[in-house]
């Protein structure tokens, strides 16, 4: 949940009220947020860095606000103010609107062909006239930040620029180069360097150095240039230092790159919505149009309203409230969602959705922002009108029955992580991955992490190996899901509970784990049968699994009262090879078989 960072003496100026902290906090609360912490700017240094670094700071009072995630119009005191006083129906909801410039030529961005391999899409506008003051020129900026760790993803999906224009002539090329052929002075620094000398110059800054990889590695690099060839900004990574803004600056140009259009539109309109209201003309924003390579033309921002339907019946429904569909209009109207009743009989609403909201994607999400006006402390509370029973799914109350067995037999529960690489989960255990078994993770972040395990033995042995200083015998166990693909499910794999355990000591002591088998079996009352028999039970048999030592190892079979004998598991002493990968001194056994046959 992202954390807000107001000015209180102007923020309360700007509410035309001064509130006491608790008055404040109610009346965040009333809002669906949460006032985090009244504070200073030097306080807040201080709890952050340490005394020493807050001795210079201000004391101005501050307040610390968290925003819900999906509110990207609440991410900056402009946005937050302005949502407050609509709530409070001291201010009607703003009407944004596109004006062209007096010469009637709107800005252009070309965009070429080449940008298709990095980042293939650009929007843009201009807020003309705006007048800047050292707080919301500063408002500005960090609203910048919030937006890129937020919606941007760390300005993986969308980069946003911002141009002084006066100091930059159109129309706009957005390019993509090789490193080398880039030549321009980044953003306050005096020095020109080309791409490659910019990568090398940026590794060590605590800021800019997480972004290189974006795009170190691209054979080319996205690039904005003027009319000029001037260097407006190499996105996702600095600006360049020639059209930079200052509290001077009268017309700033807006660009936005990414990979994904819809972030970029909304993290746009976000951008100019906030800060139009600084504009010659409240409210205006001018234009900017995209050519793309294929002569296809579009116009940003776009600041049109969307239209969303539902009916009062299902928003009581949902909030278990009583309220007219006037009511229901009225409470959305102090959400800034302008609302009308557009059938009375029907009690259907309207809803218009403004370029600020993009998060109402359903009547739900329209449905909470009532809940919220009117009040979570106002909903009546009443019973459920169904009753039910709570009772523990069949497969946890075995395995937590199997925990019971296992710890009186003196094992340990351990917990390892789901994830592992894929050698450890064939290679090091003396498998081969046959493409059909294992879940793999498309986009791994380390070779950690590579596969969803289908085996339960993979991480005990990592936990063995974790704490091989601990005083022996080792004796570990871990009953939890493995996870298999499976074309017949929906989702194309499926989960299946295991039960695996570990014994580690100077001996492998393969008579511990068999008798702690047949404890296990005893306990779920199954019987041990003859393979050729056809009573219902389990028995053992002699098991080629490379896992385990030759001659050494066994597989279990279980035949249920109706159907045939499969494997269900295995155990036995583990492979010398198994134990090297794992970096484990000492001879261990292992048990490990599936729980789902015995439900």
Not at 560 to 581: Q, R, T
């Amino acid at each position: 949940m992202p954390t807000v960072n107001v000015d209180k003496e102007i923020f309360y100026e700007i509410l035309g009220k001064q509130y006491s902290t608790d008055e404040f906090r109610e009346l965040c609360f009333d809002f669906g947020i949460e006032l985090e912490e009244d504070t200073s700017v030097k306080e807040m240094a201080a709890k952050m860095g340490g005394a020493k670094e807050a001795e210079d700071l201000s004391e101005r009072a501050l307040l610390k606000i968290d925003i819900p995630a999906n509110r990207y119009d609440l991410l900056c005191t402009e946005g937050l103010s302005r949502a407050l006083l609509i709530f409070q129906n001291k201010i009607k909801p703003p009407t944004y609107k596109l004006v062209a410039p007096k010469d009637g030529k709107l800005q252009k961005i070309l965009v070429r062909p080449e940008t298709s391999q990095i980042r293939p899409y650009v929007v843009g506008a201009v807020l003309r006239d705006i007048t800047f003051t050292e707080d919301n020129y500063n408002n500005f900026i960090d609203l910048q930040d919030k937006l890129h760790n937020n919606i941007c993803r760390k300005r993986t999906l969308v980069a946003i620029g911002t141009h002084d224009l006066d100091t930059v002539e159109g129309p706009f090329t957005y390019e993509a180069l090789a490193p080398k052929e880039i030549q321009f002075t980044p953003l306050n620094q005096t020095q020109n360097m080309n791409g490659e000398q910019l990568m090398t110059f940026y590794e060590k800054d605590k800021h800019l150095s997480k972004f290189l990889p974006i795009i170190r590695d691209s054979p080319v690099y996205p690039v904005i240039y003027d009319s000029k060839r001037t260097v407006l900004s190499l996105p996702p990574i600095i600006n360049g230092d020639h059209s930079k803004i200052k509290l001077t600056t009268k017309n700033v140009f807006i660009e936005c790159t990414g990979t994904d259009l819809t972030k970029a539109k909304i993290v746009l309109n976000t951008m100019v919505t906030m800060f139009s209201q600084y504009c010659g003309e409240k409210w205006s924003i001018e234009p900017v149009e995209v050519e793309y390579p294929d002569g296809k033309t579009f116009t940003y921002p776009d600041l049109s309203s969307r239209t969303v339907k539902t009916d009062s019946d299902y928003i009581n429904s949902m909030v278990g409230i009583k309220l007219t569909p006037e009511e229901v209009a009225a409470h959305l109207n102090r959400m800034s969602l302008n609302a009308t009743v557009t059938d009375k009989e029907a009690k259907e609403i309207s809803v218009e959705i403004p370029p600020t909201r993009s998060d109402i994607l359903h009547p739900c999400d329209i449905m909470e922002d009532v809940a919220i006006a009117y009040g979570f402390n106002n909903i009546p509370k009443t019973f459920p009108k169904t009753t039910t029973i709570g009772s523990a799914l069949p497969v946890n109350k075995l395995s937590d029955l199997l925990r019971r067995e296992f710890a009186l037999s003196g094992f340990t529960e351990v917990l390892p992580l789901i994830l592992c690489s894929h050698d450890e989960n064939f290679a090091y255990l003396n498998k081969e991955d046959d493409g059909k078994t294992a879940v793999k993770l498309a986009n791994p972040k380390t070779v950690e992490y590579q596969v969803v395990r289908n085996a339960l033995l993979t991480g005990i042995l990592k936990t063995v190996c974790s704490n091989k200083k601990q005083p022996l015998p080792i004796k570990i166990f871990e009953v939890s899901d493995v996870v298999f693909k499976d074309d017949t499910q929906e989702r194309r794999a499926r989960n299946e509970r295991h039960a695996c355990a570990l014994y580690c000591n100077k001996t492998d002591s393969f008579e511990t784990i068999h008798g702690l088998l047949d404890r296990v079996m005893q306990m779920l009352n199954v019987k041990l049968v003859a393979p050729s028999s056809k009573s219902a039970g389990y028995y053992i048999a002699e098991s080629g699994n490379p896992t385990f030592f030759p001659g050494r190892s066994a597989d279990i079979y279980y035949r249920p009262a109706k159907g045939e004998a499969s494997v269900i598991g295995a155990f036995g002493v583990l492979h010398p090879e198994v134990l090297g990968k794992f970096e484990i001194p000492f001879p261990c056994s292992a048990l490990e078989f599936s729980v789902e046959p015995f439900l």
